[in-house]
Every structure is written in structure tokens, then in C-alpha cells.
């Protein structure tokens, strides 16, 4: 379904639909990030996000939250959610207390649960903490890839940001080995 041709009220209808049903779908990006696909099933949707428990590998791999204004087309992928079905991977109720209204409310709810989170602007991708929140960026406490604090704050424009991530095993792992392993600053 090309998001260009689309009004919102039907799109946010059409992914409710969706969601009630449990479907797996698949998510192409604008530019800059137009190479990604993201495939998950629909868990919740706003007039600013669309959240879907990411599929990777047949498995669950945490919550993706995308802004709508980021999607340019998004399509259903049944014969993968009879599998996933079959697989045991079904939608959860366990992300309620993401504030999906706007993106202060979603990163207010994310620094309050102090969640290791991924920020990508289809150029970057860090891992890190909220640390403070403004009307119109995110600053954040990130760590490298090495699960080592990063010297300096990152502010990231809401504008500029295509994916959320949320509760990753990358992101888990990363995190916990950096508790475990560097002072917090």
C-alpha cells in the first residue's frame, strides 16, 4: 500500500484492522533510509507512530516504533504470519506504557523507564538512554559498540529520526554489558 496516495484516517483504520487480526506486515521507509524493510506485526498506531513487535529470524526481537510521517508504503505478509502463528510469536500488550501521542510523550515514558533504546536517522544508529527531553529533539546518553559511555550528549532532531527500537537484543545486550562493565555517568 503506497502511503502517498493515502489519506491518514483510512491508513490508521486499515493498520487497526490489521493489528486486531495480528498480521504480519512489512514496512519500506522514505529516503534517507529507503533500503530498509521492516518487518513485524502492527501493535498500536497514532496520528504520530506505528509500533510493531519486530520479526527477525522467526523470533521476536523487541518493539520498533516508527514515525508515520517516515513510512512510504506498507504491505501485509500473511504466509509469514501463519508461520510466526504456528511458531509460537504472537502479538503482547507488554509496551502499554509507551506514550505514542507524541514524540516528547515517547521519550518522556522511555527516560522514566530508563530502557537502553536504538536511534536511527537512516544515516546514524546509536544505542543509549534518554537523558533529557525538549519540544524538539531527544538527548541521549550513548554508548559504542563496544558498550562503552560515549563522552558527549547526542541531541537527535525528532525530524531526522526514522526508527525507534525498544527492548532489542542488541540493544539489551549492549546495555547490560555496559552496566556491568562502565561507570555511569
Known sequence: MDLTKIEKP?????IREWIAA???VEIAL???AE????EGIPLAISETFLSILTIKEWHADGLK???LDKVASISTLPERGKILEWHGVRTTNRYFWLDLESHTGLFQS???AGEFISVEDGDEFDVATVVAVAPDFVKLSAIDAS??????F???SYKDMTVIGIDTEYANVLGAYCRETSPRR
Open 10 to 14: 483510512f491508513l490508521i483504520a486499515q
Open 154 to 156: 547526542l541531541d537527535y
Open 30 to 32: 522514505k529516503p534517507p
Open 110 to 112: 522511555l527516560k522514566k
Open 147 to 152: 558498550g562503552e559511555w560515549l563522552d558527549d
Open 22 to 24: 495480528g498480521e504480519c
Open 35 to 38: 533500503d530498509e524493510a521492516h
Open 65 to 67: 516504533v516508527i514515525p
